[in-house]
């Protein structure tokens, strides 16, 4: 039995350390994805995309290892609480790799001159350290299980879609008066989507931190 317990427990201990190493990886792509975008720099967008497939791999391996440990093992309480957690958080880890996977598309096609004239890089830099910092925040927030950190990510939301809200404006403006240059405008406001939706899905890994250590989601309790 002890030894059944053992393994059950690495088993835990492994599925934690994929899903950590899952959220490296999506931070990472987000940083690699911006510096990219504000250098210019195609290669790098490239291989940017070309890691999603990996991070897409990450995803499935994990939620197979969930399934199976909830059909073999059934665990109840705080470990149920752990693998649920881990297949809810994989795919908002999943998304995140996504959107840096969709910056990067969009940094292949912008010619930077026109995306310069836009008026908006700066502010989309700063918002992308915004969202980046909120991503590396909510992993470790689920590395440490701090509630405190979580609570901080779920608080950084605000400016995060503050920025998005005026970035919107500014765009608009710009269309306004230069409608021949919509395209690039528009490209760069999907730019500043992308990275609002990096935010929401780092608030969501920071509430489901906070349903690892309590049993309670969005103020109401699960397991």
């Known amino acids: ?28 792509a987000v940083e690699s994805a911006m510096t990219a975008l504000r250098s210019h720099d195609a290669e790098l967008a490239r291989s940017v995309i070309a890691q999603d497939s990996e991070i897409d791999s990450a995803e499935h391996e994990i939620e197979h290892r969930c399934l199976t440990l909830i059909l073999r093992q059934q665990p109840v309480a705080t470990d149920l609480r752990k693998v649920s957690t881990a297949l809810k958080m994989v795919t908002d880890i999943e998304r995140m790799a996504d959107h840096a996977s969709d910056i990067a598309e969009i940094t292949l096609h912008l010619e930077p001159e026109s995306a310069a004239a836009v008026g908006v890089m700066d502010d989309l830099d700063k918002m992308g350290a915004a969202a980046l910092e909120m991503t590396k925040r909510a992993i470790g927030a689920y590395v440490q299980v701090d509630l405190s950190e979580a609570a901080q990510v779920v608080a950084a939301d605000d400016e995060c879609d503050a920025m998005f809200a005026k970035i919107g404006k500014e765009i608009a403006q710009y269309i306004a008066k230069n409608p ?3 395209a690039t405008a ?3 406001f999907m730019v500043s989507k992308y990275l609002e939706r990096l935010g929401d899905h780092a608030v969501n890994v920071a509430e489901w931190v906070e ?13």
């Open 1 to 28: 039995m002890y030894s059944r317990r053992k393994a059950y427990d690495a088993e835990l201990l492994e599925l934690d350390t994929l899903l950590a190493r899952m959220g490296h990886a999506a931070g990472a």
């Open 180 to 182: 021949n240059d919509a």
């Open 186 to 188: 528009l490209d760069l």
């Open 211 to 223: 349903f690892l250590k309590t049993g309670v989601h969005k103020s109401r309790k699960i397991v």
